[in-house]
């Protein structure tokens, strides 16, 4: 299904007769509600809804469902094992250990995404790659999504690895197994977690127990999060909690993850100079 409109970024990238100007979007198609008149939208919003296909709704929605249903029984049995080998204090590293891993694993899938690949890369493109870039230009349209496109795509990820988890405490009774399972599980709510915290940083009037959670930094802070929103475009892609951000920003990370892959050959596709809304 062809998208009815594009944003600015991808007129500005398509050239004529290139695949991404007639090729149907695989999972997305893009339905505008009312008029086009982005001048008139409020600030950050697009004005426009986005549509997933029948068979991705389909999954995301499975996979919505399936996620409690494997990260429950993940968390019982190996925080029982570890209690029967009293290693319950391994338990008590996991959470810190989630939070950051989940910053991480969310920062650099966030750098990848605004960085390299391009909104017409198969399978990844419309479900990864395109929400991120047209975040930039509409900040505050992720405050229109429903809870399912919200977590959707991450539960996707996370419901084989649980699987995965789920059988491996079945045949082993082993601590560490357990430990790692734990903090596998964990981690994976963290990240589902990621783009509801996302979105809260864009929400003009969060509720007050989000907002403590804000001023706690437990969750995504709006104001450290307009960092990333903000010229030049290159900081603040750890969006879970964003403890990691300044480390990362220290030692130039994401610089030396880029300088890495160019040794590689591998060269970023998105302009650092788009243009972008600020909002
Ligand atoms: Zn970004
Ligand atoms: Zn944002």
Redesign the pocket.
Known sequence: MAALLQDPLTLEQQRPGSPSSSAPDQLTETVVVGPINLAAAPLGYSGIEEHTTPTHAFVEHSSTILFPILFFPNVYFSFDRLYELELVWLAALAIPFALVSGDLVGGVVHWAADTYFSEDTPIVGPALIKPFRQ?HLF?RD?CTHTFVSIVGNVCILAVPVLSVCLYLLWISDHGLIAFAILCTALMAATTVGTNIF?KW??QEKPGAGVRWLQRMRFVLEPNH?QV??TEPFQMHYC?TNGWLNPLLNKIGFFRKLEAVLHFFGIEPTNEKSEVRSQN
């Open positions: 975040h900040p992720i996302h940083a864009h999060h990333h929103h969006i």
